[in-house]
């Protein structure tokens, strides 16, 4: 990273973007402060798991190839630009022990949840597959945003997943969507993980039966999810915005998920900490060789305060690919979107 760039966000400490990036900081510790009931961990079930972090993290997160790819649709609505059918699939994922879901308020619901939105009278060759961030509860204002940007630069049609333990797929009791993807629990965290990627290449062989190009597209959480993916999906297009090389490190030291930092504190205070090596492969770190397609770029902002840039830019250089920066702060990436998109598409193009 250039010099200036580093001392300049040194140097800097109140951006316009702080207006929303420290609220939203503020109302996560609100939110979270406190403790998610959950199953206690059990020595059979927590020894099930800390071998996995010794294991090639490939082999934990692979597709089962006898998986099938049929989703059943709903019926469309009308969106105003779009027409939104909603689809179902039974997910591909299997947990590597049922005993986290024996309580039913933690299972992550085992139906596959995808959103379609298409241009009305509209045929297209491309798909665009959106994964979103953390605690995101549904896709109105993305649908007003970035899927109109996104058709507007690459006229495809748009998916997007609901990740586990979001949107429709959220515990009945839970306190927020999203509340026990990163609630703290190390066995829980890691196969809400698993089970991401594990849907997105399914959705991804899906999508590729039908279209000639896949674009796949996270932001945040979504970003990191995508940045996993590209070590088993190939001939598509990536771009992972504002993701980190290591999330789980990054959200236990941020403000968004206190609950993770109690978690942790308890266990050291048990003398516990070795239960996280649960969690050592979802590092990108622990991937190397890096597998990327080709056409994979990461996207940062020089004053993100939940992603700080030189964990992305970190990233970048890890997997070796093109790095794009923009102004602004976790939460003002649509302020620069369209034109992220619009030099990115271009790379693409150029390559083929």
């Given at each position: 990273?250039?010099?200036?760039?580093?001392?300049?966000?040194r140097?800097?400490?109140?951006?316009?973007?702080?207006?929303?990036e420290?609220?939203?900081?503020?109302?996560?510790?609100?939110?979270?402060?406190?403790?998610?009931?959950?199953?206690?961990?059990?020595?059979?079930?927590?020894?099930?798991?800390?071998y996995?972090?010794?294991?090639?993290?490939?082999?934990?997160?692979?597709?089962?190839?006898?998986?099938k790819?049929?989703?059943?649709w709903?019926?469309?609505?009308d969106?105003?630009?779009?027409?939104?059918?909603?689809?179902?699939a039974?997910?591909?994922?299997?947990?590597?022990?049922?005993?986290?879901?024996?309580?039913?308020?933690?299972?992550?619901?085992?139906?596959?949840?995808?959103?379609?939105?298409?241009?009305?009278?509209?045929?297209?060759?491309?798909?665009f597959?959106?994964?979103?961030?953390?605690?995101?509860?549904?896709?109105?204002?993305?649908?007003?945003?970035?899927?109109?940007?996104?058709?507007?630069?690459?006229?495809?049609?748009?998916?997007?997943?609901?990740?586990?333990?979001h949107?429709?797929?959220?515990?009945?009791?839970?306190?927020?969507?999203?509340?026990?993807?990163?609630?703290?629990?190390?066995?829980?965290?890691?196969e809400?993980?698993?089970?991401?990627?594990?849907?997105?290449?399914?959705l991804?062989?899906?999508?590729?039966?039908?279209?000639?190009?896949?674009?796949?597209?996270?932001?945040?959480?979504g970003?990191?999810?995508?940045?996993l993916?590209?070590?088993?999906?190939?001939?598509?297009?990536?771009?992972?915005a504002?993701?980190?090389?290591?999330?789980?490190?990054?959200?236990?030291?941020?403000?968004?998920?206190p609950?993770?930092?109690?978690?942790i504190?308890?266990?050291?205070?048990?003398?516990?900490?070795?239960?996280?090596k649960?969690?050592?492969?979802?590092?990108?770190k622990?991937?190397?060789?890096?597998?990327?397609?080709?056409?994979?770029t990461?996207?940062?902002?020089?004053?993100?305060?939940?992603?700080?840039?030189?964990?992305?830019?970190?990233?970048?250089?890890?997997?070796?690919?093109?790095?794009?920066?923009y102004?602004?702060?976790?939460?003002?990436?649509?302020?620069?979107?369209?034109?992220?998109?619009?030099?990115?598409?271009?790379?693409?193009?150029?390559?083929?």
């Open positions: 990273m250039n010099t200036k760039i580093r001392q300049l966000v140097t800097l400490h109140v951006v316009p973007s702080d207006l929303l420290y609220p939203v900081i503020n109302y996560f510790q609100y939110r979270n402060n406190g403790y998610l009931e959950d199953l206690l961990l059990t020595d059979n079930l927590i020894q099930k798991y800390l996995l972090h010794e294991k090639k993290p490939r082999s934990l997160f692979s597709l089962d190839s006898k998986a790819r049929r989703i059943l709903k019926k469309g609505v969106r105003g630009l779009f027409c939104e059918s909603i689809g179902s039974y997910t591909p994922y299997k947990p590597i022990s049922e005993a986290i879901f024996t309580d039913s308020k933690f299972d992550p619901i085992k139906q596959l949840v995808i959103h379609r939105y298409q241009k009305k009278g509209k045929e297209h060759s491309t798909a597959l959106f994964i979103h961030g953390y605690a995101e509860s549904h896709f109105i204002f993305h649908e007003q945003m970035y899927f109109r940007l996104a058709y507007n630069q690459f006229k495809s049609d748009i998916f997007a997943l609901e990740l586990p333990y949107h429709h797929r959220v515990p009945y009791d839970s306190p927020f969507s999203g509340a026990y993807f990163l609630n703290g629990n190390p066995v829980r965290m890691f809400a993980f698993r089970q991401s990627v594990i849907e997105i290449q399914f991804i062989n899906y999508l590729k039966n039908k279209y000639d190009r896949v674009i796949l597209f996270g932001v945040s959480l970003g990191h999810l995508v940045a993916s590209t070590q088993f999906v190939t001939d598509i297009d990536c771009i992972a504002l993701a980190s090389p290591f999330l789980f490190s990054l959200a236990s030291k941020s403000n968004i998920v609950i993770a930092n109690n978690y504190q308890q266990h050291k205070e048990q003398g516990l900490t070795s239960y996280y649960i969690l050592y492969s979802t590092n990108l622990y991937f190397y060789p890096y597998t990327t397609n080709e056409n994979t990461i996207i940062g902002g020089l004053y993100d305060r939940i992603v700080p840039f030189n964990l992305v830019w970190k990233l970048a250089k890890m997997l070796g690919k093109q790095l794009y920066r102004p602004g702060g976790h939460l003002t990436l649509l302020a620069w979107f369209r034109s992220l998109i619009g030099q990115i598409d271009k790379q693409f193009n150029s390559s083929v």
